[in-house]
Structure formats: C-alpha cells, structure tokens
C-alpha cells in the first residue's frame, strides 16, 4: 500500500514512529496531486510550500523528542468556505475570487496546533449552495469512481479529494447535507456534528441557523478523531456550545447495552432508487444480526423539511451574502459607477453566479414586508414540529438510520437545469440541520455501475459518540470503506513503496 | 394657529463602555479612521458577533429608568438596508423583542407636568462614518469604521408632545437621565446623542391624526426646535391652502435652515427584519433586573425637589444645581461639610463656579477648588467681606491654595475695630476736605468717594457697613 492510500491515523502513527518523515509524506502526496489532480479537480488552490514548512516543523519537534499533537503530520485538506490566515478563500465565487482572510477560523487554529498539515483549499459549490458542485464559479470537480459524475455537494472538492487519496482529511461545511451527501457520492466517512458542537468562527456564513463545520475521512475512526480535535467551545462563536467533549476515540468499538435503531418510512418511500434502498436494508440486516433491534418510525413533519429549509436557508443566506459589495473587499466592478447603487449592483451582477443570486432573491423575497408571517414564520414554525418529530422518535431508538441520499451520484449536467430536482438530493439530509441533530455518512455498499452508496446514522443532540460507535460497528463488519476507485496508478518509483 | 401639532420622538443615545457592542474594539471617539476596528466590525467573511454584556446592562439600567416594562425574553434582529458605512449591510438591532416597552418620562413644562410615553428601548449597533473628500467633483467617498459596532440605545416615544416647549423638556429629562445613571456621555458634538423628529398636523379637536412627516440624523437640540419650527410652518400654510402634506422623510439643511425630501412613503425602506441567527435569546430575570435596579441612582427631578424641601434654595436655584449629577453632588458634600448656609453655597456655585467653570470650558469633576476649600472660604467670608472674599476665590483657582491661608499670608482680615477705623476716616477726610464739604451741601456721591479713599487705604479690608456708619456720623457732625 502506498503512503497516501493511508487512513490519517494510520499515516500519523507511522510519523510519530518514525518510519516515515512528514516531509516525506508531504512530498509523495503532492506528487500524487500533481497525477490525479488534472483528472478529479478537487481543488481550488494548494499550499506545498507551506505545507513543507509544517511538515519540517513536525518533523523538528519529533527530532527533539517534543510532543506533537493529535493531527502530527497529517495533510488536510480544507473546504474553500474555511477561512485561513495569509491562504485565499474564495467560496468558489468571483466575488471573493482574491480573498485573503487576516484570521484563522477556529477549526483551523485547533488543527495547526494539533500539528496537522494544511495542503489546500477545496472546491465547492459557490458559497455552498448546491448538491453537485457544478455551481463553483471556477471549475467542476469530478467523482473519482466515474469522472462523468459529479461528486456531490456542495463539499464536492474535499470528498473527492479524501475519496483520491490526495488528502488524508478533509473539513468542510453542512447546512443541509454538504459533508454527508458528498461523503455518500464519493465513497467516505462524511460526519456532521450536533449545531454548536464545531465553533463556526472562521466558516464564511451560508445559513447560520444551520451550518455547521463537519469531517469527511477515509473511515469512522478518523472522523472521531478530527472531531475530537475540533469539538469545543469557543469565545468568539456565541452559538457554540459549552457541553463538555467527551473521548470519543478510546471507547469507539463498544456499542454499550441494546442498540435500538429506528428505521423512518418517510427515508425509504417515493422517489428512492432501489439500489440505494436494498444497501442500507442490508445494512439494516447487518445491524440485526449484530444483535441490535429494527424499530419502525414515523416522523411525519419530514415531508415539508425541503420546503422549510429552503426558505429558512435562503432568508439568512440573503442577508449573509449581503455584506459582498465591494466597498471593502472582494470584487469590484471595472465598468464606471455612476453611484452607490450602480455600485453594489454591478459587483454583485459580476461576483455571484445564478444559483447564489437565485437564493438571494428568493431570501429577500420571504423576508419582505407582507410574507415574513406567511413564509419565514410559518417554516420557523414547521422547523419545530420537525424537532418534536425527532425529540418523539429519540424517546424510542438511540439512533436512526436512512440512506444519505435517495440516488448515487449523478452526470454531470444531469440536474443543473432544474433546480427542485437538485434540492430533492438532500431530502433525506437536511432534517438533521434544522433540528440541529448530528449525522454521520458511511459506505455501505456501491451500485452495479460502480458508485458508492451511503448511509446515514442520526443521532440526539451531542450524542456524536453513539453515532460513531454506530457506524464503526458497521465498519468493522464490512470492507466498503477500503474500497479504492479505479485511478490510473502511479508509476512506481514515484511513490514510497511501503 | 387653528392646527394641533402631534410629534414624537426618537433618540439615539451612543452607550458609554469601554468595548464595541459584538467585538472587543475601542469606541474611543477621534482616533485615526479605521485603526479600531477587526474582522468582526468590518464585517468580513465568516466572523460572529459576541454580545458586550455591559452595553446590554446599560441598556437594562436605561429602560428602568424609564419605567419600561422589561421583556423577560429578548434577542437581536437583523435590520436590512445597503448603505457603505454598515459593513454588513445588515444593522443588528432588535424588533420583535425589544428590551423595554411602554415606559414614560414626567416632564415639567411652565410649571406644569406632563408624562411622555415610551413605546419602546432597543439596543442595536452603531454605523461608521462617510467622509466625504473636499475637493469637489472627487468621484470617491471614504469610510471610518472606528464607530461601526459602538452600541447604541434608541429610546422611541409615543406622538405625545404637543408643543416645542414640551419636546425641548423631554430632551433636556432624557439627556439628564442618561448621562445620570451613567451609561451615556450623551455630547453632542461628537455624536452621541442625536434625534429624529416625526410631527404631523391635525385641526384642533380632531382625533385623526394628521401625515406624519419623519425628519432624521439632528444632531442637536437646537436643531430638533429648528426643523421643528420650520415643518410647523410648512405643513400648516399646506393645509390652509387646502393641500395635503405628503407622508415622507425629509432631512434638515442646517445651513439653508430648511428641510428638504429624502424619500417619500412609497420608497420608504422594507428593512426584512428576520431574528438574528448568530446571537442566543437573552432571558432577563428578576434577580439581574433587581441587580441593576440597585445602581440606578436618584433621579433629577427627585432630587431637585428633595433639594427644595431639604435646603430650602428656590425651585429655579434647585434645578440648575440639580441640571448635573456631578454639580449636584459637589453642593451636597458642601453642604454636608459645612452642616449650615446651603443657601448660599448654592448661591457660590450658581453665581461664581457655573461662571468659572464655563469660562474655563471644564466641569466639576475636574475644578480645582473642592468642596472643603469652597466651604472653607464661606466660613472665613464674614471676617474678609464678600468683596475680597471673590478675590480670595479668584486667587484659590489661580493657585489651588487655600482661602484661609491665602487670607493669612495677604493679611486680608476685615477690619472691624471702631477706634482703627475712625483713625483712618479722620486722615481720610482731612485729606479731601472738598469732598465732606460737598456732602455737607447735599451731595451724597461725595460719600461714596470718601468710602472709596478709605478702601483705598486699608486695601478694601475696612469692613463696609461700620465703615459707612462711621463717614456718616463725623460728616453729619462737621457739617453742623
Ligand atoms: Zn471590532
């Protein structure tokens, strides 16, 4: 196995033990990106040269017999959403197109200091709005498994970048299924936490109420370790929750007492592709013969989550991206202004692509004066029926489990130019972001031509750990995760035989 | 004038702390631009607001004071409008759940008093600062984000005053009030206090109310009675010509002294107010709410009347000293110093230290003569007399000396001995013999100079009253 094909605890224990330097591993997986990248497209910009100067700094402290951190000499990658000191951050939008933020957001701060290797930033789709990536305003990243597919959305870039081996890790955002919806299209571990368990300081804002920083990684135990390294309060994030971080890793392969597992018709009726229903129903088998129950749940408010979402998130969203105009950052118009107005209105005609400026308005619309009672307020008000459907159903079961999405990953070109049928791929993830609940994507099977296929596991609030546990029974009892798509290999004495 | 006029008020009050309201930057006034501000307050991607617990207590301890009923539930809202000098081009403010509602302020308007209502007190974020270049034709205009984030009370009333008299009243109440409990330096010059006027028209004894008309950003009380004046006039010629006054927001031309349209009804702003999402509810309990009522200290018009009743000082007297919270209680440890004369400490620091300290563009906080050395020199008056005892005063802000050593070293006691002073009156009037032959023959200012010259001599020391008994009885005497 190749250094890269590594999982990020697996690469992080051989640096630590010194069979292999971070530099090396640096430098063997940018050789790697620089094969790969040109098929997949995972990225909007890398950083090797200051990926080398971590890395050597990881390599002195080992030299000297100091302790690294958690992440010791771990390359990850990080969704372009992600605010990073001194590295632009675009949101895959012309609007931020040379951006450089001045800070760090805390996620990333929390990893430097674990010793992690920052190799670059993903691509996504503008500002996160979408479910296929093609809404980045730069390039289209590709499926590793079929480089005709998109790779999901809108973390496309860190998924198939983990997915490609050219990141160990990756961060990214959810607002309504961005980490696991791409996670499941690409064949990983995509993880969103409980809202306020990840400090979203630094995360450039789609939708506050429902964003939330989550993990994409090559298996479950990776995924309960960058959480462990990102989990916490944090001062400058009001939002972010004072609950106490358990230990996520020591425990993870005891699932304690009867696993009760609920199973929500509402997750397997109209519109779900029979291959991805017949995975997670083994799946489900899987679990019972693992000695856990089945309980069959209703959640009936569900049915309206697409609905309430798109107007809770395209209301904050418009007033997020209100702050892009130019006077301070970000683009400006070459043509004259004539005044303020013409101003904003050519900056934001030339920065934002028509996915983003098509949320913004609709935002603005049921926000303004005569329909915030019957829109904004009224999915306010659905959002908590929903909450009580799933406060109802985790009196019952300790978790739920559906498919991550209601197809495998799709052509290219496929949805762009019906939107409803774009916003219908992230049916089954958006409830966990208005209720606020963490979810967890795995592997669990893949489709006749090939695709991965994943499953989702929801859990109550803050009970990440259970998730987790969860899905790493699953994991121990199946080899989807190591699974590797058919890119052309590399010739051999470019890499590290190890 | 046949029409009755409806006017309401809102105030903007910028809340004295140390920190912005969501970041930890200065909100010291005057800097150089833009070298107090951070990523939170110019509003850059990805950064979150964190509420500045002081500036929320501040706004507690204000809606209080005004007698608000205190929401036991609030939170921030996000008010929507582009403008450059809002970073977000979002303004966090509160709509739906203000802090306090329904409050008043009792105001006393020629004797009379009148309660004005408060409809609600919110607390929100302040805006930067265009600057304009002067070169005319610069096709450019230049912000300062030092302000952007300042918190910032606004206090709304109900249209209940009726009179140019009653808003300029409650101004005055409400600006006392504020800088009173401390959480507002309330200058106006810098910006810290700053009005915007609605005012409609109606015939007398009407109950519809009349367009209202909206004028916005008057940065003095001056202005507010000036625009005020103005739309009084305007609208009412309107009416009696039998036109309609336009429901519009007009803003003032203080140089042109008139007001002018900024937009009409239709183009009025739709703000999309939605709860900010970034900030968590606020839940205001008995206890917190007992906590600050304990800081809120007396109040000025209470204190004016206890001032009338404890000291005895008439009701104007009272309401000047009582006008500042620091004035007010540089005449109580005066009077709790000396334990007698309040009326005339309150005479000294109404007539002589309201003079100095106006002169010298300072306040009493920082006046060099204290409490002590101004009961002190009230003592020693009775053996210097008035006269030199305003020298004394003089002398003590010149040098920050003592009176009575100031007293001592000059040799400044009155004299007061009969004998001394029918010495001096004999060489005086030896010495003018024109003069006493002259008040023999009825011409009284001829006393007077005769004073003058012995004032003269004894360097003002002669103590006048005895001094004047004496010139009396011996020119009454020679001229038998
Ligand atoms: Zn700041």
Redesign the interface.
């Known amino acids: 196995m190749l250094s890269h094909e590594l999982s990020a605890n697996q690469i992080k224990e051989k640096i630590i033990k010194r069979e292999i330097t971070a530099q090396e591993i640096v430098e063997e997986l940018f050789e790697w990106i620089n094969l790969k990248e040109p098929l997949i497209k995972a990225y909007l910009c890398l950083d090797k040269e200051g990926a080398l100067l971590k890395a050597k700094e990881v390599d002195k402290k080992l030299d000297n017999g100091e302790k690294v951190g958690l992440l010791a000499g771990v390359p990850v990658a990080l969704k372009d959403n992600i605010c990073t000191v001194g590295i632009k951050t675009t949101c895959a939008s012309k609007i931020l197109e040379n951006f450089i933020p001045p800070y760090d957001a805390f996620v990333v701060k929390r990893i430097k200091e674990e010793d992690a290797i920052i190799i670059g930033k993903a691509n996504l789709d503008e500002f996160a709005m979408g479910s296929s990536n093609e809404n980045s305003a730069f390039h289209i990243t590709r499926n590793p498994w079929n480089t005709d597919c998109i790779p999901g959305g809108s973390g496309g870039g860190p998924a198939a970048a983990v997915t490609a081996d050219m990141a160990f890790m990756a961060l990214g955002s959810d607002t309504g299924g961005s980490v696991r919806q791409p996670s499941a299209f690409c064949g990983n571990v995509g993880c969103k936490p409980t809202y306020g368990r990840v400090s979203r300081y630094g995360l450039v804002a789609f939708a506050s109420s429902l964003d939330q920083i989550g993990s994409v990684t090559k298996d479950v135990y990776d995924a309960a370790l960058l959480l462990q390294v990102v989990s916490g309060h944090d001062g400058f994030d009001s939002t972010s929750a004072t609950v106490g971080v358990p230990d996520y890793l020591s425990d993870i392969n005891n699932v304690d007492g009867n696993l009760r597992i609920g199973v929500p018709k509402e997750f397997f009726g109209e519109g779900l592709n029979s291959e991805v229903g017949s995975a997670v129903m083994n799946a489900l088998e899987i679990y019972k013969r693992n000695g856990a129950e089945l309980v069959d749940l209703s959640l009936p408010h569900c049915g309206y989550a697409v609905a309430t979402y798109y107007i809770i998130a395209t209301a904050e969203a418009s007033s997020n991206l209100a702050r892009y105009d130019g006077v301070r950052y970000g683009h400006r118009s070459q043509l004259s202004e004539d005044n303020i107005i013409d101003m904003y209105s050519r900056v934001r005609a030339e920065g934002f692509g028509s996915e983003v400026k098509r949320r913004i308005l609709f935002g603005n619309y049921v926000l303004s004066a005569g329909f915030y009672e019957a829109y904004y307020l009224k999915a306010s008000k659905v959002r908590n029926l929903i909450k009580n459907d799933f406060e109802d159903a985790f009196k019952k079961v300790d978790c739920i489990i559906s498919p991550t999405c209601p197809t495998p990953a799709f052509r290219i070109g496929e949805k762009i130019t019906d939107p409803l049928q774009m916003y219908l791929s992230d049916i089954y993830t958006i409830p966990a972001n208005l209720v606020g609940i963490p979810g967890i994507s795995i592997p669990c099977g893949f489709t006749n031509t090939g695709l991965p296929i994943g499953m989702q596991i929801l859990g109550k609030h803050f009970d990440e750990g259970k998730i987790l546990k969860v899905a790493k029974l699953f994991e121990n009892e199946t080899d989807f995760h190591l699974k590797k798509p058919n890119l052309i290999e590399p010739e051999p004495k470019k890499g590290i035989d190890i | 004038m046949k029409y009755e006029v409806v006017m309401g008020l809102e105030t903007h009050a910028e809340l004295d702390t140390e920190s912005k309201l969501f970041c930890g930057c200065s909100t010291k006034f005057g800097s150089e631009p833009n070298t107090q501000t951070c990523?939170v307050c110019?509003?850059?991607?990805?950064?979150?607001?964190?509420?500045n617990k002081k500036a929320f207590e501040h706004s507690l301890k204000a809606a209080l004071t005004l007698n608000c009923e205190i929401s036991k539930f609030t939170n921030f809202d996000?008010k929507?409008y582009?403008?450059?000098d809002l970073?977000?081009?979002?303004q966090t403010s509160q709509n739906y759940f203000n802090i306090g509602n329904n409050g008043y302020v009792d105001i006393v308007v020629k004797g009379k008093e009148k309660r004005i209502d408060i409809h609600n007190v919110h607390l929100e974020e302040e805006a930067g600062k265009l600057i304009h270049p002067e070169t005319s034709g610069a096709n450019y205009s230049l912000?300062d984000f030092n302000r952007a984030g300042v918190p910032l009370l606004e206090i709304v009333t109900q249209p209940d005053m009726r009179n140019v008299e009653e808003v300029e009243s409650y101004m005055q109440a409400l600006r006392n009030i504020l800088l009173y409990i401390g959480v507002s330096d309330c200058k106006m010059q810098e910006g810290s206090l700053r009005f915007e006027v609605s005012i409609s028209l109606r015939e007398k004894g009407s109950n519809v109310l009349g367009n209202r008309v909206e004028i916005k950003n008057l940065n003095s009380m001056k202005a507010v009675l000036k625009v005020l004046a103005y739309e009084m006039s305007r609208q009412s010629s309107l009416l009696d010509k039998g036109e309609n006054v336009l429901m519009e927001t007009r803003l003032w031309d203080d140089v042109d002294s008139v007001s002018r349209r900024m937009r009409s009804k239709e183009e009025a702003h739709?703000y999309?107010?939605?709860p900010e999402?970034?900030?968590?509810p606020i839940w205001i309990d008995q206890e917190w709410i007992n906590e600050i009522r304990a800081t809120i200290p007396e109040l000025p018009v209470d204190k004016h009347q206890r001032f009338v009743n404890e000291y005895s000082i008439s009701d104007y007297d009272a309401g000047i000293l009582t006008e500042d919270k620091h004035l007010a209680d540089y005449f109580e440890e005066c009077v709790g110093l000396s334990q007698d004369s309040p009326k005339e400490l309150s005479n000294w620091i109404i007539n002589d230290v309201l003079r100095e300290l106006n002169e010298r563009k300072t306040n009493v906080q920082d006046f060099i003569v204290s409490p002590k050395m101004l009961v002190e020199l009230v003592k020693i008056k009775p053996t210097i007399g008035s006269s030199i005892a305003k020298d004394v005063f003089g002398e003590m802000i010149n040098t920050g000396r003592t009176a009575p050593s100031i007293v001592k070293e000059k040799n400044l006691t009155q004299i007061d001995d009969v004998s001394e002073l029918n010495d001096i009156v004999t060489k005086v009037i030896e010495d003018n013999p024109k003069a006493a032959e002259d008040y023999g023959q009825g011409k009284k200012s001829a006393l007077t100079f005769l004073i003058g010259q012995t004032m003269k001599i004894t360097r003002g020391k002669a103590n006048p009253k005895i001094l004047t008994k004496i010139l009396m009885e011996r020119l009454s005497a020679g001229s038998k």
């Open positions: 990523p110019l509003g850059l991607p990805g950064v979150l607001p964190v509420m996000r929507s582009y403008y450059p970073p977000k081009n979002y912000v739709d999309r107010y939605f999402p970034d900030l968590v």
